[in-house]
């Protein structure tokens, strides 16, 4: 009984904190942003009018700043907050015209950030509004609002408020796709059914690093018709380019998709790449996630490619493999599918990079709040400091200033 008492005390003091640090919080918005932006707007007269729903299904008629910066964008909701009628963090905003608010969402209030805000701007594959507001609701505990306050304040640097229509990403030339998760997936189960020979490559800012310096990693990327954007560095970049990007299509994303149509399908999987044992550990593991999944066989990544590629390649045949999952890490999988793909019977051959090591257990993946605010290269970092210094705190500003550079030369050829 005590216990509970005491539960119930700490649970209202981290409620009255929690609320008046968001309460100060967007006073200060408000000051620095919000009124500003009002003051500006009104005599620039660059307002749009929208009607947005408010807890209980209420519709609220709002104030919109024409501007492709979200916080300037919705100055006119920070006295809505200040009011109460909104929260600063809450379930996701949606307009009337795009239909009804489902029932379950009623009892709670809308916010101008919502974990919906936070995933959709890093571009995190899959991210529905009513999944995320749902999820926010279940999990939601005192402290989850300040989380969210600060993970958005990080995912701002990524946000795009426009909408992306181009089904194409060029960076240093090397054409990417701009597809969502499920598009991506579908693309692929129609090139596997029709056996079209489909080498499919993933690239983030430290690929892109790379291909500075090795013209043949370039040519063999910017030669392929499958090339993924992956990671929060090419999203950035996408903003800095004026493109935007769909999703966040990443090897480890996909994984889960690939297997699922996999299982449904009939596709047979062939693991190849990683230190010995790792692809044997990760189709266990796959196997108790899709019992169905037919994994036709696996080996490890070190052999030599002059005198052992061919027995490879037969194995891989006989084992009459639809998807080859290739772990060798960029560019050293990148060249092999290019020089020894032909060869290879699977039509889908897939450079995966240090997928293994993730899926086998290997390595524990970052937790999602990392993940959807585009840091999931800190957590690597911290995980082998060693192997990723360069990479990541070298690598990561080379690579910002390597596209602003392109860009603003022009993007003229690199080699
Ligand atoms: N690897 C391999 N054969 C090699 C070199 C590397 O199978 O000759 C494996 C290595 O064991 C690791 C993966 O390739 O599992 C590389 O992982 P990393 O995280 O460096 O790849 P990235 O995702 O960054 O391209």
Redesign the pocket.
């Known amino acids: 009984m005590n216990s509970l008492i005491v539960c119930i005390i700490k649970n209202c003091v981290a409620n009255v904190f929690v609320s008046t640090f968001l309460y100060l919080a967007t006073l200060a918005l408000d000051l620095v942003i919000g009124l500003p932006t009002r003051i500006s707007a009104k005599l620039r007269g660059t307002i749009q009018l929208l009607d947005i729903y408010g807890k209980n299904a209420e519709i609220i008629r709002v104030k919109i700043v024409d501007s492709d910066n979200w916080l300037r964008r919705n100055a006119f909701l920070f006295p809505l907050i200040i009011s109460g009628k909104l929260s600063l963090v809450g379930i996701s905003l949606r307009r009337v015209d795009d239909g009804d608010l489902p029932r379950d969402l009623y009892p709670y209030k809308p916010g101008l950030i919502s974990l919906y805000f936070i995933r959709m701007s890093s571009r995190l594959a899959e991210s529905y509004a009513l999944d995320c507001d749902r999820e926010y609701i279940r999990t939601r505990k005192p402290f989850t609002d300040i989380g969210l306050l600060m993970q958005a304040m990080i995912a701002l640097i990524l946000h795009q408020s426009k909408q992306s229509h181009e089904n194409q990403l060029d960076i240093f030339g090397i054409k990417m796709l701009n597809l969502t998760m499920k598009d991506a997936i579908s693309m692929l189960e129609r090139r596997i059914d029709d056996k079209i020979h489909s080498p499919a490559y993933f690239v983030n800012a430290?690929c892109l690093n790379k291909v500075l310096v090795d013209k043949e990693y370039l040519d063999i990327l910017k030669n392929n018709e499958i090339v993924f954007p992956d990671g929060s560095g090419v999203n950035l970049a996408a903003k800095m380019l004026g493109s935007y990007l769909k999703e966040n299509v990443n090897g480890t994303d996909m994984l889960p998709h690939l297997c699922e149509l996999a299982q449904a399908r009939g596709y047979r999987i062939f693991l190849l790449?990683?230190?010995e044992g790792?692809a044997k550990a990760m189709s266990e593991r796959l196997l108790d996630t899709y019992p169905q999944l037919n994994i036709c066989g696996f080996r490890?990544?070190?052999f030599d490619w002059d005198n052992e590629a061919e027995s490879v390649i037969n194995e891989i045949n006989l084992a009459q493999a639809d998807i080859l999952l290739i772990?060798?890490?960029?560019p050293?999988q990148e060249k092999f599918i290019h020089r020894f793909g032909e060869m290879i019977h699977a039509p889908l051959q897939m450079g995966v990079?240090?997928l293994?090591?993730f899926y086998s257990g290997r390595i524990t993946r970052a937790p999602i709040w990392m993940r959807q605010t585009g840091l999931e290269w800190v957590f690597r970092l911290i995980q082998e400091p060693g192997r990723m210094w360069r990479r990541y705190i070298l690598g990561n500003p080379l690579f910002v200033f390597r596209v602003y550079r392109w860009n603003k030369n022009g993007r003229k050829q690199i080699f």
């Not at 772990?327 to 960029?330: E, P, S, T, V």
């Open positions: 430290d790449g990683a230190a790792v490890n990544g070190y772990a060798f890490g960029a050293l990079g240090g293994f090591d």
